[in-house]
């Protein structure tokens, strides 16, 4: 009897140091390893793509998946985004800064789309998948990120520059996500997936 409390109290520990990210340190060797938040992340986005795959009218399998699946889904992926991308007709349009609140739509960044691709990018090939069939290195997928970063940047009025010369403190940017990293969930799709935080810097471990 005691036994078995024991054996759950260790597998809830261990659920929550997987829920944490890995706070703590591994002290206790039935515990699994804990993974780094971008492998976390990484297997969640995989997860989630999965899911919408199946959810297709008929399911799609992962084998006839190809670039087009995956422009749907980040398009899918919008309606869940949080960044303000002003229409060319709202008077804030270019603005980095906008005074006053208008009713443009929210959308995916740039950033986000381009760092979960990435992680989807090596998810498929970790799980079999060949890198000159990989629907997430398409050539497509690659267009379509620029058009999306050309156009948010104008919308926008933020100029994406190249790293060297990037102004954007990353730094501070870690620092501000890890003191509230759970701030872009609330209106997140029903799969958990962390997207948007409406910034242009994504953490890549
Ligand atoms: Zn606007």
Redo the contacts with the bound molecule.
Sequence with gaps: MNSSVVVQKTASTAMENYAEGSKRSVGDQQQPVVLSRYESQKRRDWNTFGQYLKNQRPPVSLSQCNSNHVLEFLRYLDQFGKT?V??HG????GQPD?PAP???PLRQAWGSLDALIGRLRAAYEEHGGSPENNPFGNGAIRVFLREVKECQSKARGIPYKKKKKKKINPIKLVHDELKNPRQTTNFGPPKEIEMDSGRFFAPQE
């Design positions: 303000k002003h229409l709202c008077v804030f349009f906008p208008c009713t443009c």
